[in-house]
C-alpha cells in the first residue's frame, strides 16, 4: 500500500477542525494524533489570534508554530512568541479606519498581542461607534483584552497593527466593501464573511444576520504564513495539505499540492481544491486525514 504523499497537514479552525459548537471531535483528534505519529507535521491556520485559539489548540496538544489572525501572524504557541509577522504600517491603518468611521463602523484593530499585551484596539471616532453584538459576545467569550480609542493617532503601538475589521449587518458591510475597493484597489487584502461563530442571539441580532469585515496587508494569507513554516522546515509545496472552508482558505487551497475543501465549504473553496472531504459536523478532519494516511489522497 502507497503511503502518505504530503509532509504537513495545515488545518483550519472555524468550519473545519471545530463542529458547529466549537469544539474538536474525538475522532478529529485521534486523526491528528495518527498523523503526527506518522512523522507528518500538523499545523493549523486561523483567523483567529492566538489567545482566540487557546483552546482549540490545547485540544489537539499543537507544540509546534500555528498560523494565526489570517496569516498576518506566525506564533509558537507553547513559548507564546511571536516567530514572524505581517503588520499593516501606521499610515494606511489611518486611511482605512477613517473610511470605516466614515461609514458608521467601530473600528477593530487586531494587535500582536503577543507584544503589545493586549489583543484590539477599538476605534470609535468622535461619534463613539458602539460596539456591534457579535464583538461584544466574543470578546466576553475569548476573554480578549481590548483598549479603546477615538482615533488611530492615539495608538500606542501603531507598529503592531495586523489587521483592520468590522461586524455590522450584511448590506452595510457590502457598501463599506464597494467603498474600501474604490478608495485602496488592491491596496489590501479584504475579506467579507458570515459571523457563523456567534451563537444567534449574537450574530441574528433583531433578525438581521451580522457579517464580519477584515482588511488585511497584501503580503498577509494563510499560504504566505505557511510557506515561511514549510521553508522554516524544509518542505516543499507540493508536500502540502491544507483543509479549509472559507474565503481565507482559498489561498492556501489552491496553492498547497493537496487542497481539500470541508463538506460544508462555501462554493469557492470547492472550485480550487482537489479534494472535498464530510463536513464539520462529520468528523470531516478525520476523514480526510485517514485519506492522507493511506496514500488514496
Known amino acids: 500500500m502507497p503511503g502518505p504523499n504530503v509532509d504537513l497537514i495545515a488545518i483550519d479552525l472555524d468550519g473545519t477542525l471545530l463542529d458547529p459548537l466549537g469544539s474538536v471531535s474525538t475522532a478529529n483528534r485521534e486523526a491528528i494524533d495518527r498523523a503526527r505519529n506518522a512523522g507528518i507535521r500538523v499545523t493549523f491556520c486561523t483567523g483567529r489570534g492566538l489567545l482566540e485559539s487557546r483552546a482549540a489548540l490545547e485540544a489537539v496538544a499543537q507544540a509546534d508554530p500555528v498560523v494565526v489572525a489570517g496569516g498576518a501572524i506566525v506564533a509558537c504557541p507553547s513559548t507564546h512568541r511571536t516567530l514572524h509577522r505581517f503588520p499593516i504600517e501606521h499610515a494606511r491603518t489611518a486611511r482605512a479606519a477613517s473610511v470605516l468611521l466614515e461609514h458608521g463602523h467601530a473600528v477593530l484593530v487586531l ?24 464583538t461584544r459576545w466574543w470578546f466576553n467569550e475569548m476573554g480578549c483584552r481590548v483598549r479603546y480609542a477615538a482615533h488611530p493617532h492615539e495608538d500606542d503601538h501603531p507598529e503592531h497593527t495586523v489587521r483592520i475589521g468590522a461586524c455590522s449587518t450584511e448590506s452595510k458591510l457590502a457598501a463599506l466593501t464597494s467603498a474600501v475597493y474604490a478608495t485602496f ?59 479549509g472552508d472559507q474565503v481565507n482558505d482559498i489561498d492556501m487551497i489552491s496553492s498547497a499540492g493537496l487542497g481539500v475543501a470541508m463538506g460544508n465549504a462555501i462554493p469557492r473553496v470547492h472550485a480550487v481544491a482537489d479534494r472535498v472531504t464530510r463536513s464539520n459536523t462529520q468528523d470531516g478532519v478525520a476523514h480526510a486525514v485517514d485519506q492522507i494516511l493511506s496514500g488514496a489522497w
Open 185 to 243: 484597489g488592491d491596496e489590501f487584502i479584504v475579506h467579507h464573511f458570515p459571523a457563523v461563530v456567534a451563537p444567534d442571539h449574537a450574530s441574528n441580532a433583531g433578525g438581521v444576520r451580522l457579517d464580519i469585515f477584515e482588511m488585511f496587508d497584501r503580503s498577509a494569507t494563510k499560504w504566505s504564513a505557511l510557506s515561511y513554516l514549510a521553508r522554516r522546515w524544509n518542505i516543499a509545496p507540493s508536500r502540502i495539505a491544507a483543509i
Open 111 to 134: 494587535k500582536d498581542a503577543l507584544e503589545v499585551g493586549y489583543d484590539y484596539l477599538v476605534i470609535q471616532g468622535d461619534q463613539r461607534h458602539p460596539i456591534d453584538p457579535v
